[in-house]
């Protein structure tokens, strides 16, 4: 069973950093692209970073500098670092895992399986 647990969400300051983590289950976890998206209240939910198998990244022109995406294959374990948080980084914060057929995936169509978020609030 396909299970995908993210952890390290939280309240951060204007300026602060978090580190996300996402612990995968049920599937060979370095077979899979990855990634990591956001959805804040009344907006879609859009892409933070992509991983690929290989470990190739993708990261949207807005963020790049400030997000960082990463993977441990030996702990079954997805990372998202994230840098100068602004209040505009407040949403939940949801782990994905792309369809096999997939080398590195960046909409949202291209995944099958959602953890269920954990919410990062940026607020002084």
């Known amino acids: 069973q396909v299970q995908l647990v993210e952890s390290g969400g939280g309240l951060a300051q204007p300026g602060g950093s978090l580190r996300l983590s996402c612990v995968a289950h049920?599937?060979?976890?370095?077979?899979?692209?990855m990634a990591w998206y956001r959805q804040a209240p009344g907006k879609e939910r859009e892409l933070v970073a992509a991983?690929?198998?290989?470990?190739?990244?993708v990261y949207p022109e807005h963020l790049k500098g400030r997000f960082t995406i990463s993977r441990d294959n030996t702990k079954n374990t997805l990372y998202l670092h994230m840098l100068s948080l602004n209040t505009e980084d407040t949403a939940l914060y949801y782990c994905?895992?792309?369809?096999?057929?997939?080398?590195?995936?960046?909409?949202?169509?291209?995944?099958?399986?959602w953890g269920q978020g954990t919410q990062v609030t940026v607020s002084s």
């Open positions: 994905g895992r792309a369809r096999s057929e997939y080398y590195i995936a960046t909409t949202t169509s291209m995944y099958d399986y």
């Open positions: 991983i690929g198998r290989g470990a190739a990244t």
């Open positions: 049920g599937f060979t976890f370095s077979n899979y692209a």
